[in-house]
C-alpha cells in the first residue's frame, strides 16, 4: 500500500477504492481469554475485511 491509496487521521482510516482495502484485515491480540496460555493468539477481523473472508 502506498501513500495514494490508503490516508489516515488519528485512528480513523479510509481507502481510495474498495479494492485497497483487500487483503488489511486486523489482526487483535486476545488477552483476556488467553491470560493463562504462553503463545501469542490473534483474533483476525473477518467482518473489517471487504470480500469477507
Do not use: C, W
Not at 26 to 40: A, C
Amino acid at each position: 500500500m502506498n501513500e495514494n491509496t490508503e490516508s489516515t487521521q488519528g485512528e480513523m482510516r479510509y481507502y481510495n477504492s474498495i479494492l485497497d482495502a483487500i487483503g488489511n484485515t486486523p489482526l487483535i491480540r486476545l488477552h483476556r481469554v488467553t491470560s493463562d496460555v504462553p503463545p501469542l493468539v490473534l483474533a483476525k477481523m473477518e467482518m473489517f475485511n471487504p470480500g469477507g473472508a
